[in-house]
């Protein structure tokens, strides 16, 4: 297992660093690098001019217009977006539907979806959960009964990460009660404008409107839009939530939190001195830097070990790198708060969404403990920690 980069490999961080210095819009990076909200706009638009270079979708195949870059790539790609301070492309449409659509999709489906979700044209979101159906996502109750060459569904999805924005939701329903909950189950495309859809917002702990709860009355779906075969949609479900795991160690995130937090206690008074000058907090930030380093080292080598086989399956060991890749970016949100202190106490949400000058000073902190409070959903999302640890004791230890 070689875990160097190559000059090959410095070439291509060389280029694409050039490129994101070149093309990210000034105002996106601010936003990004002092922990405001992006708006749907910022997200779109960078979506489309990423989608324009062809770098929208890193880890596609050529096939489907992904770049083809090899793992190392996709992991210095990552690394170069937090150092520099990018957005990140949404999951929904480029990491969690599509690698399903590719795999279990027909042809239609493919030529529909993929070139528009590449492009950024249609914007995605995800209907797994539902009240009561979070970690025992099988026992999911939204129903669906086929009349003829449609599906009409109904009940609820909730936490809908930016349903309001969405054009199209992948959803799981159930088709069949009577069968053993894990196979009763479908995976339907479904159109956010169809009549009977409704989304009403849930304000988060950080002020924010981020999910959603989207109800579905009668909502009409052509059959045409099913992946694959009825009640068989938790192969697929469980097929995206091992890509969704995958992609959640976001070291480049907490790398960029911990460098903003070492540049702020440069300059944060502490005593007759700055903040930095404290050796207690030097050693709590060494102590995060390490273990970022640890796990940038384990994430590549489940790339390496995933790069030598023929077939990518999602593999059991990801669960390490989302639990960490979780705590990390929590620690390092909770490094800033500590910076910060008592000036991140005040909540300015028209300054956090751009749309006024900031209340209070010092600006820089009011950011902080919002970007605390959200970090908190990282160890939740994606199957939470602790489904994550059960995950790591049955398929890696074998207990
Ligand atoms: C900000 C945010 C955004 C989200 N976005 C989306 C989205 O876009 N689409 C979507 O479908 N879902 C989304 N979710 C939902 C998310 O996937 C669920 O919250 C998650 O799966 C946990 O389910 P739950 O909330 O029902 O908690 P529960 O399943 O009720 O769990 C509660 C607690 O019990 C623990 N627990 C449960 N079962 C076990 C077990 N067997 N062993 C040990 N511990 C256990 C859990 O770890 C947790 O700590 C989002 C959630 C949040 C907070």
């Given at each position: 297992m070689d875990l160097d980069y190559t000059p090959a490999d410095d070439a291509f961080r060389a280029e694409i660093r050039a490129w994101l210095e070149a093309n990210l819009p000034q105002a996106m990076r601010d936003k990004v690098l002092n922990h405001k909200r992006l708006s749907r706009d910022d997200i779109a638009n960078w979506h489309m001019l990423l989608g324009k270079k062809g770098w929208s979708a890193p880890a596609w195949p050529a096939e489907w217009g992904g770049p083809g870059w090899t793992e190392t790539q996709r992991h210095i790609w990552d690394a170069e977006c937090g150092r520099i301070g990018a957005p990140m492309v949404l999951p929904f449409g480029v990491s969690m539907v599509a690698p399903v659509l590719m795999k279990y999709g027909n042809e239609a489906q493919k030529r529909r979806y993929l070139p528009r979700i590449l492009s950024g044209e249609d914007w995605w979101c995800q209907g797994y959960s539902e009240p009561g159906s979070g970690s025992d996502l099988a026992s999911l109750r939204t129903r669906s009964v086929r009349e003829v060459d449609h599906y009409v569904v109904n009940g609820q999805k909730t936490w809908t990460t930016l349903g309001q924005h969405a054009d199209m939701i992948f959803c799981l329903v159930r088709?069949?009660?009577?069968?053993k909950k894990q196979e009763g189950i479908s995976f339907l495309l479904i159109d956010m404008k169809t009549p009977g859809l409704t989304v009403r917002p849930i304000i988060t702990i950080d002020g924010h409107h981020e999910t959603n709860e989207v109800f579905f009355d009668n909502v009409r779906v052509p059959v045409t839009n099913r992946i694959g075969e009825e009640n068989k949609g938790w192969d697929y479900a469980k097929y995206l939530l091992g890509n969704e795991r995958s992609g959640i160690a976001r070291v480049g995130v907490s790398k960029m939190r911990v460098r903003h937090a070492k540049d702020l206690a440069k300059r944060v008074p502490c005593g007759d001195g700055v903040l930095w000058d404290d050796p207690r907090f030097r050693e709590r930030v060494a102590a995060v830097e390490v273990e970022l380093k640890a796990l940038e080292m384990t994430q590549m080598r489940v790339i390496a070990e995933s790069s030598a086989q023929e077939s990518h399956v999602p593999d059991p060991k990801t669960s390490i790198l989302k639990i960490k890749g979780s705590e990390l970016q929590q620690l390092s949100a909770e490094l800033l708060l500590e910076v910060a202190g008592p000036d991140a106490l005040p909540l300015d949400i028209d300054f956090l969404r751009g749309l006024g000058d900031a209340v209070r000073e010092p600006e820089w902190a009011l950011t902080i403990a919002p970007n605390h409070y959200f970090a908190r959903h990282v160890s939740i999302v994606g199957g939470s920690n602790e489904i994550q640890k059960n995950i790591l004791a049955k398929s890696v230890l074998g207990l």
């Open positions: 088709t069949d009660p009577e069968a």
